[in-house]
């Protein structure tokens, strides 16, 4: 199980690079919506979640109301991309380490006493981590092309490459 995760998370990043290497430093502040986050705040978020994949496989749960949380800024693209990358590494090490039985295990995400969810640790790494940056690379495709940025093969071709 813990191979496939790997194998997932290296294929997956591979196209999360194409799409962040697009982004040039003066659109870090750009937004389609003052309700969304900024095309940089959208890729950090993205490379942070990466570094979720420890907190999931090393802890029981996790409290948001007990974070004190100070969002990387990254100034320039090279920056964004060493953050990304260091995630990625950490991930797989983590990943390479934990056993199945581990995987099994469940993980809580809380609000103080409130508790958000409750599921096995795989089934995290599925739908919080693995599917939630699918879905705000996704996103990050569609603000590179309101910018006229063009936007790499994902899934296949895009308008922009074949």
């Known amino acids: 199980m813990q191979n496939n995760f790997i194998a997932e998370l290296e294929q997956e990043s591979k196209t ?7 982004i040039p430093k003066e659109k870090f ?24 994949i420890r ?3 090393e802890k029981e749960e996790f409290d948001l109301n007990a974070r004190d949380y ?3 800024t990254p100034k320039t693209n090279s920056e964004l991309m060493e953050f990304f990358d260091k995630n990625l590494k950490d991930a797989i ?12 295990k469940p993980w809580t995400l809380r609000r103080g006493e409130k508790v ?6 795989a089934q995290v790494l ?9 879905h705000h690379r996704g996103q990050l495709s569609v603000y590179l092309r309101l910018n ?5 093969s994902i899934y296949g071709p895009s308008a922009d490459e074949t």
Do not use: C, Q, Y
Request: hydrophobic share 45%; charged share 30%.
């Open 16 to 22: 999360t690079r194409k799409v962040f290497e697009r």
């Open 29 to 52: 502040d750009w937004r389609p919506h003052e309700k969304s986050m900024t095309m940089g705040r959208l890729a950090v978020h993205i490379a942070e979640m990466i570094g979720w």
């Open 55 to 57: 907190e999931v496989l």
């Open 70 to 72: 100070e969002p990387f």
């Open 93 to 104: 090490e983590v990943l390479s380490k934990v056993s199945t039985e581990e995987m099994a």
């Open 116 to 121: 958000v969810f409750s599921m096995p640790r």
């Open 126 to 134: 599925r739908s919080v981590v693995f599917n939630h940056v699918i």
């Open 148 to 152: 006229d940025i063009p936007v790499p």
